[in-house]
């Protein structure tokens, strides 16, 4: 008879003998081959294996969990003798899944995502850091963003509000700015956050982007909701099921003002974001099938589904 995740952890529990993570109990069962018939579908099954164990310590009054500490979220079970040490590097670092698609891959699924959400409807254009000049070793490190987006002001407007709008509104565009990774966890998440804060903060608004992030995750969430606020770029977690349904978990921090300075670097040193800003300047809102085509491609429903699942982001 198949066991549960709430067996499944309790095992895990009563095996090592230490308080655990969720994320961690995972791993520890997937070690140990004790989660192949729990039907954990999606690209992040430990986030499912944890969120069903929080849910039973906080709507069970007869869990057998018991909670040790929040911060990191440390488990036991309840009446057990918990001497050995804990390791809490280890706790906070469950091991990233082995992909065979790399972060470029993903680049699709934000240019989607960001075109048809309400509160970007932008147009995006990789940039390609292997094209940039060649610079002493580390005085780049952290300059390039991974995309740059834009969005018109005019875009959903009548022609003649349009050309109103492009003539005599200061600045009737949003750059965007977004660092690209695969997967995020409370171990690896400062050090990608200042990752997307440096090469991203000269934008209107930064982002940093990955996938399926575990939002069971307290203590990660705590993390962004307060990272977010106090350096505010924001965070967003692509969907591999729906990629049109990815969340904003925070919000960037509208700056008004671009930083030149850094624009103007960027440009010097890298044809692609060079040509972004001259795509920016010369798009045409009369002409949008022409101006398009110097962005990344938006894939229809049809052809996002079937990249989804030959780079084998979905299953």
């Not at 969005?151 to 509000?161: A, N, V």
């Amino acid at each position: 008879m198949a066991k549960s995740i709430i067996e499944v952890a309790k095992e895990v529990l009563e095996r090592k003998k230490e308080a655990l993570n969720p994320n961690r109990m995972y791993h520890i069962a997937k070690d140990l081959d004790l989660i192949s018939d729990l039907n954990l579908g999606g690209k992040t099954p430990w986030a499912s294996f944890g969120a069903r164990i929080y849910i039973d310590i906080k709507g069970n009054p007869n869990s057998v969990f018991e909670v040790v500490s929040t911060k990191p979220m440390l488990i036991k079970l309840k009446n057990q003798d918990v001497s050995k040490p804990v390791n809490l590097a280890e706790q906070i670092s469950p091991k990233e899944p082995q992909t065979s698609y790399c972060e470029r891959d993903l680049h699709i699924l934000l240019t989607r995502f960001v075109f048809v959400n309400d509160n970007f409807k932008a147009y995006t254009k990789t940039i390609y850091h292997e094209s940039s000049k060649k610079a002493q070793k580390g005085v780049d490190k952290w300059l390039y963003p991974d995309i740059v987006g834009v969005s018109f002001e005019y875009r959903d407007y009548q022609k003649e509000l349009s050309k109103f709008i492009n003539k005599f509104s200061t600045l009737p565009v949003k750059i965007y700015a977004f660092e690209m990774k695969k997967h995020l966890n409370v171990s690896s998440f400062r050090e990608y956050y200042f990752q997307a804060v440096s090469n991203s903060s000269w934008a209107n608004e930064g982002y940093l982007v990955a996938l399926d992030i575990d939002e069971s995750d307290e203590e990660l969430m705590d993390l962004i909701k307060r990272m977010s606020g106090s350096f505010g770029i924001g965070v967003i977690s692509l969907s591999s099921q729906n990629v049109d349904e990815s969340v904003i978990l925070a919000r960037a921090k509208f700056k008004e003002s671009l930083d030149y300075s850094v624009m103007n670097e960027l440009s010097s040193k890298n044809p692609d974001f060079k040509k972004f800003l001259e795509s920016v300047e010369e798009f045409n809102i009369e002409k949008e099938y022409r101006s398009i085509i110097e962005f990344d491609k938006v894939l229809d429903n049809e052809k996002l589904e079937n990249y989804l699942k030959e780079k084998k982001i979905k299953d």
